[in-house]
């Protein structure tokens, strides 16, 4: 039979980790920064043309169907958004 003492010292290291995992958890969900105005002019346009992409295709809407994918693109760049800023946004 375990004594207690020994019993306890092994309980107490994960605990202590577990806490220091929880948190730097907790340290990394601070509230997030407030979109750009370009970011949020992005963000209106895609929400635009993922809305003008569904529905020219609504049977199947969704970037895994490839009539949505290139109508979203074509929308996009007819918006002037570049491919580098699509790519980043969409990825």
């Given at each position: 039979?375990?004594?207690?003492?020994?019993?306890?010292k092994f309980w107490k290291q994960p605990t202590r980790i577990a806490l220091f995992c929880a948190a730097l958890l907790l340290a990394g969900c601070g509230t997030p920064r407030p979109?750009?105005?370009?970011?949020?002019?992005?963000w209106m346009l895609?929400?635009?043309?993922?809305?003008e992409a569904?529905?020219?295709?609504p049977d199947f809407p969704?970037?895994?169907?490839p009539m949505w994918s290139s109508y979203f693109v074509m929308c996009m760049q007819s918006m002037g958004v570049s491919d580098a800023a699509l790519e980043r946004m969409w990825w």
């Open positions: 039979m375990q004594n207690n003492n020994e019993t306890g979109l750009t105005m370009q970011e949020q002019d992005a895609r929400q635009q043309c993922s809305q569904t529905n020219v295709n969704g970037p895994d169907n």
